[in-house]
């Protein structure tokens, strides 16, 4: 009976069968006439017999299998969607990151569908899980099937993708998602023109070692973003590697000009860790990476991108910014600049040209007074 869950079932039936003639041969060469009658009546019902068990006990294995699968399928399966559900997109994401060779690029993408509560408010619960079922859809055309995908709650949606080539890349398909779910139509009433939009925060992986909590926090602080600055778009965050002195602070230096970071970089790094950034968007995902990390900012006020004061009111809004110190460093001498920058946030501005000993002083008694002193 093993044999059963060994080979296909029509092989069983040749083996069986091959072991009947064998049989039938060798009993018609040896035995009387009226004896081999009796063993071959004998051994075809016997043969028939056990082909009708054989067939019923694998059709009540082959139920237990899919009733096993079924249960599996709905632990590991979002019914509304058809994508993983939290615990196994979050424990398949995991797994990958613990394993995962260090050359191969991958991404977290955070999405999340604009206003959806407005959705089930105002149009249904029942239509809310239609763009629901819609977004799990579109997910799983998009992607590829080695790709993880997973509906984390509510409209909140996860994607591992792997083997990124670059952010641009990523940042093509994260668009692709968004102008794709902008075509859902509410259809019962034509009176109700529902425009439906979703946001994302991504964040590309390189060679670093970051766990799951470390590129989720990432990947949501980069969909805060795009929520903050208008809905129905897509940030992408770049992790990026910097050797660390465990007893020195660091400074983030967001400067466009590259004689100018050069500049402050020669003026502070005898003392603090430096992390560079030379425009808005990549000055969020130091940010982001490293907030636990960052004792200051020195900020430029015209950067491409976000600007200075962007800057300024994204890390007003988040709580784990607003304690971080900010020095606006401008060439701007217009005193209304000045007190805009102030009231929105920072501590002192250092107006350019740099001057070292200046720097240095105002850098040391910002730290000071914001307890961040080592």
């Known amino acids: 009976m093993p044999v059963l869950f060994i080979f296909d079932f029509w092989i069983y039936i040749f083996l069986n069968s ?81 394993t995962r060779e260090q050359q191969d690029n991958c991404a977290l993408l955070v999405l999340d569908i604009d206003n959806f509560k407005n959705v089930n408010d105002r149009i249904g619960h029942k239509f809310g899980d239609i763009v629901l079922n819609r977004m799990g859809s579109l997910l799983q055309h998009t992607f590829r099937t080695g790709d993880i995908i997973g509906r984390f709650g509510g409209d909140e949606f996860l994607v591992l993708l792997k083997n990124v080539k670059d952010a641009e890349m990523l940042e093509n398909r994260c668009n692709h998602i968004i102008e794709e779910f902008k075509s859902i139509k509410y259809e019962q009433n034509t009176e ?13 992986l390189g060679e670093e ?52 970071r050069v500049a402050l970089v020669s003026i502070l790094a005898d003392q603090f860790e430096i992390a560079e950034a030379a425009d808005g968007n990549s000055t969020l995902s130091l940010l982001s990476q490293y907030n636990d990390q960052i004792a200051m900012v020195l900020l430029d006020l015209y950067m491409p991108g976000l600007n200075g004061y962007g800057v300024l009111n994204y890390m007003k809004s988040r709580t784990a910014y607003r304690s971080i110190p900010v020095i606006i460093v401008t060439a701007d001498t217009d005193r209304a600049s000045e007190e805009e920058a102030l009231r929105q946030g920072a501590v002192d501005v250092i107006i350019k040209p740099i001057d070292p000993a200046v720097v240095r002083l105002r850098v040391k008694n910002a730290l000071k007074y914001a307890g961040r002193e080592l």
Request: charged fraction near 25%.
């Open 192 to 204: 109700v023109d529902w425009k439906f939009s979703c946001s994302i925060g991504a964040v590309l």
């Open 209 to 260: 070692r970051l766990d799951f909590p470390q590129l989720f926090q990432m990947a949501d602080d980069a969909l805060y973003e795009a929520k903050s600055f208008g809905k129905g778009r897509c940030v992408v965050h770049s992790t990026k590697a910097l050797e660390r002195n465990a007893g020195r602070n660091m400074i983030l230096i967001a400067e466009d000009s590259e004689v100018n």
């Open 18 to 98: 091959l072991v009947e003639v064998v049989f039938l041969l060798s009993t018609w060469s040896v035995k009387a006439v009226e004896i081999c009658k009796t063993d071959t009546f004998n051994a075809i019902f016997g043969f028939m017999l056990s082909l009708a068990v054989s067939w019923m006990v694998l059709q009540i294995r082959i139920k237990e299998g899919q009733v096993k699968t079924k249960l599996m399928k709905m632990g590991t399966v979002d019914y509304l969607t058809g994508i993983l559900n939290k615990t196994a997109c979050e424990q398949g994401i995991t797994e990958y990151l613990e």
